[in-house]
């Protein structure tokens, strides 16, 4: 069923400030893999709170008028965020030059970003969205704590985006000795978005022997992929390594496989995606 | 995701679930004394019990907002077992009435729900609002002429209130009929019965006890028919009501976590010396037009409840019996569903029966399960009689062979197979007889054997018998369709009609 179904490149339009930025780097992702896009904007409904009253009674018929102030009210909610949506999807529209990409839609859906990601999951081939929504500006955590978790759950690749958008030129592949590392190899090695990128392969370990085997035998996998990279070997801290490293060369991008296990998997998501993504408002790949 | 949704659930309204929590807990107040009232016991059975439920099915619950307390429903049902074994008996009762309904949750019973029909949800709803309204008349039968005066009084604050501009939208008007008819009794000194007149009122905090009875098979025969019916009572108004708040709300519940979390709350309840309860249609929606949106408003309501009932107890006891038949009579005229009298003209007839029959029944036996129950079973005959009017018989003849054809067009099942014996001509001397059932629908054994005892026949008559497209017609004997949700092959079984 899964092979069937058209997989998109899914961009999240909202209202935030890197809405923009989102389409432009989907549109980028969508040219250069040659893969339909998709805009989504999804309605995020209040709690219909408007014709609260604590007078506390029972009226007669009070459950079917209240089902229908309440209908009505949401009714017009969601007349209201249709609207709003559309503007929004058609300023994203505008910003692409639809010629270049095989398809382009767009789509709006009732609910929130999470269940819309959980229903639409089996469209996805890279999903790219903003690192702080329209609703979540002001939370120091970034990815709001649901999104996270959803994303969690989402087995699909995953572009964040923190900044104006920038054509890569370079991206930083952070390797290490697990199969989610590998697998992000492997999916670095057979896309074709990375083919004008310098790639820097990169791997944080104090033994410098066995990384530097390591970082051997991916490097001759990027090559035979016809991928131009160099390779690093970074000692220390892993998340202030990479930081470091990323900051100092100015890599466009960064790229991270779903780690397993070991000392990156916590910060897969938390503090390292995070300070990676403000220190230089250069986007980030999770792949999986 | 399991626990972003819960923090969802309990903290995406503080505000308007406070707020409303504290509308509900001054609703469930008098509710709780009252349903004690009806249950024979003492007004701090109610009071701890709806605390306790409400604590504990916010935590428990599978439905945000929706408000557990003692119901009308569940008291009603309680009433022999109280007075014939005592109050012990129906905490234990409680306890168990919790476990099956647990057991209920594992058990996926709550898919039952679906055989409700709107006419039986209606007449339940129509009997639970004649209950609650019977059992407010032993307070408004030999009284003197102050209480007719007191309710009617509280009555027109109760409606009226709301309409006075700015505070009337702010403040509950049950809460102000009680304050304002306790200072009249008050003042003027009135000699009427009061809550303090009904039996003990909480002074402490409620304490965790085992119920005092003997744990043998005796006790347990004597509470299980008691727990059992509260246990399906009390499941039956808590999913409707559910219902009810998710088309409300436009959101959805998990009515599986709804009943084990009811029975966890009984448990509970029965634990801290309070009644089994449920769901409270009434209460609930009262907390959702309050703006109670989350898990936070019932928990609201059952602390506060139980707060202020601790710390106020001594003013409880002097509100007179007058003003909490006036909110119990709000209660009854919110809870009935006034639209399905004028409706019982332009329904058909059997929606009107089945929904009558659900409330006499209940009122007979003063237990919404059997009400239920005869609903249901009605609703299901009632169906099957008009299911039956979908088979047809088309006769043709063809004379240079002598055949007479048959084809049988529709469903034929238990009900309708008489029809369909009676189609068949056996008295017609004929060579050959093919009857053609590729697009009838066989939905039982009775259909088969119909269709053996009409070719049997035949035979006997001289006639050679064919029968055309059995296949395909008995494609719907078997109980479980492998069909699914695919539409093609529900295309392909249903065929041609």
Same mark, same amino acid.
């Given at each position: 069923m899964e092979q069937l179904q058209q997989k998109w490149?899914?961009?999240?339009?909202?209202? =935030?400030?890197?809405?923009?930025?989102?389409?432009?780097? &989907?549109?980028?992702?969508?040219?250069?893999?040659? =893969?339909?896009?998709?805009?989504?904007?999804?309605?995020?409904?209040?709690?219909?709170?408007?014709?609260?009253? !604590?007078?506390?009674?029972?009226?007669?018929?009070?459950?079917?008028?209240?089902?229908?102030?309440?209908?009505?009210?949401?009714?017009?909610e969601s007349k209201k965020l249709i609207a709003e949506g559309k503007v929004l999807l058609e300023k994203a529209k505008v910003r692409i030059d639809a010629s270049l990409i095989p398809q382009v839609m767009s789509k709006q859906r009732h609910g929130s970003l999470d269940e819309t990601l959980v229903d639409l999951?089996?469209?996805?081939?890279?999903?790219?969205?903003?690192?702080?929504?329209?609703?979540?500006?002001?939370?120091?955590?970034?990815?709001? =704590?649901?999104?996270?978790?959803?994303?969690? @759950?989402?087995?699909?690749?995953?572009?964040?985006?923190?900044?104006?958008?920038?054509?890569? $030129?370079?991206?930083?592949?952070?390797?290490?000795?697990?199969?989610?590392?590998?697998? @992000?190899?492997?999916?670095?090695?057979?896309?074709?978005?990375?083919?004008?990128?310098?790639? !820097?392969?990169?791997?944080?370990s104090e033994n410098e022997s066995a990384g530097k085997a390591l970082l051997l035998e991916a490097g001759?996998?990027?090559?035979?992929?016809?991928?131009?990279?160099?390779?690093?070997?970074?000692?220390?801290?892993? $998340?202030? &390594?990479?930081?470091?490293? $990323?900051?100092?060369?100015?890599?466009?991008?960064?790229?991270?496989? &779903?780690? =397993? !296990?070991?000392k990156l998997r916590s910060l897969f998501f938390g503090s390292f995606t995070l300070k990676m993504l403000k220190a230089n408002n250069k986007p980030i790949l999770l792949l999986r | 995701m399991l626990l972003a949704q819960n923090k969802k659930d309990w903290f995406g309204n503080i505000r308007g679930d406070i707020l409303a929590g504290i509308v509900v807990a001054l609703a469930l107040i008098p509710e709780a004394i009252a349903f004690s009232i009806i249950a024979g016991v003492d007004p701090k059975v109610g009071l701890y019990a709806s605390f306790a439920i409400a604590v504990i099915i916010a935590i428990t619950g599978g439905r945000p907002g929706m408000i557990s307390a003692a119901t009308a429903a569940t008291a009603v049902l309680m009433v022999t077992l109280v007075k014939e074994h005592g109050l012990e008996y129906l905490l234990a009762a409680s306890i168990l009435a919790g476990v099956l309904q647990i057991l209920a949750g594992y058990l996926n019973l709550h898919t039952l729900i679906s055989f409700i029909s709107r006419s039986v949800m209606i007449g339940f709803l129509n009997a639970l609002a004649i209950l609650i309204f019977i059992a407010q008349l032993p307070e408004l039968t030999n009284v003197t002429w102050h209480v007719y005066a007191l309710t009617a009084f509280g009555l027109m604050i109760i409606y009226l209130f709301p309409y006075v501009p700015k505070i009337g939208k702010l403040i509950p008007s049950p809460l102000v009929t009680i304050l304002v008819l306790t200072a009249i009794v008050l003042a003027m000194g009135i000699d009427v019965r009061t809550i303090g007149d009904m039996g003990a009122l909480p002074d402490t905090l409620p304490i965790f006890l085992w119920p005092d009875v003997p744990l043998n098979l005796e006790t347990l025969w004597i509470i299980l028919p008691y727990s059992a019916a509260i246990a399906v009572v009390g499941l039956l108004e808590s999913l409707m009501t559910a219902q009810v708040l998710d088309e409300m709300t436009d959101t959805d519940s998990d009515k599986k976590r709804e009943c084990k979390g009811q029975g966890v709350a009984n448990i509970g309840s029965g634990l801290m010396g309070g009644m089994a309860g449920c769901a409270m249609i009434g209460q609930s929606i009262i907390n959702v037009k309050s703006g109670g949106r989350g898990r936070l408003s019932t928990f609201t309501a059952g602390i506060l409840l139980l707060i202020m009932v601790v710390f106020?107890?001594?003013?409880?006891?002097?509100? +007179?019996?007058?003003?909490?038949?006036?909110?119990?009579?709000? #209660?009854?005229?919110?809870?009935?569903?006034?639209?399905?009298? +004028? %409706?019982?003209?332009?329904? +058909?007839?059997?929606?009107? #029966?089945?929904?009558l029959a659900t409330v006499i029944v209940t009122l007979w036996t003063h237990n919404?399960?059997?009400? #239920?129950? *005869?609903?249901?079973?009605?609703?299901?005959?009632?169906?099957?009689?008009?299911?039956?009017?979908?088979?047809?018989? %088309?006769?043709?003849?063809?004379?240079?062979?002598?055949?007479? *054809? /048959?084809?049988?067009?529709?469903?034929?099942?238990?009900?309708? *197979? %008489?029809?369909?014996?009676? /189609?068949?001509?056996?008295? %017609?001397?004929?060579?050959?007889?093919?009857?053609?059932?590729?697009?009838?629908?066989?939905?039982?054994?009775?259909? #088969? /054997?119909?269709?053996?005892k009409v070719v049997l026949k035949l035979r006997r008559e001289g006639a050679e018998v064919e029968v055309i497209g059995l296949n395909e017609a008995s494609e719907t004997l078997v109980d479980k369709y492998a069909v699914h949700n695919d539409p093609a092959k529900i295309a392909k079984v249903m065929g041609g009609h």
């Open positions: 490149v899914m961009a999240c339009v909202d209202g =935030s400030p890197n809405s923009e930025a989102v389409v432009d780097y &989907a549109a980028w992702i969508a040219k250069t893999v040659q =893969s339909p896009l998709e805009l989504v904007h999804t309605l995020e409904h209040g709690l219909l709170l408007e014709h609260t009253d !604590h007078s506390g009674n029972l009226t007669p018929n009070m459950r079917d008028d209240l089902i229908k102030t309440l209908s009505e009210d949401e009714q017009a999951q089996d469209e996805i081939r890279v999903l790219v969205l903003g690192l702080r929504g329209e609703d979540h500006a002001e939370e120091e955590t970034g990815i709001g =704590s649901q999104l996270e978790n959803t994303i969690r @759950a989402l087995h699909k690749p995953i572009f964040i985006v923190n900044g104006a958008f920038k054509q890569p $030129q370079s991206m930083m592949l952070a390797y290490n000795d697990t199969d989610g590392a590998r697998k @992000a190899l492997d999916m670095v090695c057979k896309s074709p978005l990375y083919k004008l990128m310098q790639v !820097h392969l990169v791997h944080v001759f996998k990027l090559q035979e992929a016809g991928l131009s990279h160099q390779t690093a070997l970074l000692q220390g801290d892993a $998340q202030n &390594a990479l930081l470091h490293y $990323q900051q100092q060369h100015n890599l466009d991008m960064t790229v991270m496989g &779903a780690f =397993s !296990h070991g | 106020i107890s001594d003013w409880l006891a002097v509100i +007179p019996m007058a003003a909490l038949v006036a909110v119990m009579i709000m #209660v009854s005229i919110g809870t009935f569903n006034w639209k399905s009298i +004028p %409706e019982m003209r332009t329904n +058909p007839k059997s929606a009107t #029966v089945v929904m919404l399960a059997f009400g #239920v129950l *005869t609903g249901v079973v009605l609703a299901a005959l009632f169906m099957a009689a008009k299911l039956q009017q979908f088979m047809a018989v %088309e006769k043709s003849f063809d004379d240079a062979t002598n055949t007479r *054809t /048959y084809t049988v067009v529709g469903q034929v099942f238990f009900n309708s *197979t %008489e029809k369909f014996v009676g /189609y068949f001509d056996f008295k %017609e001397a004929v060579d050959r007889v093919i009857i053609d059932v590729h697009r009838a629908h066989f939905w039982d054994i009775s259909a #088969v /054997y119909a269709l053996d």
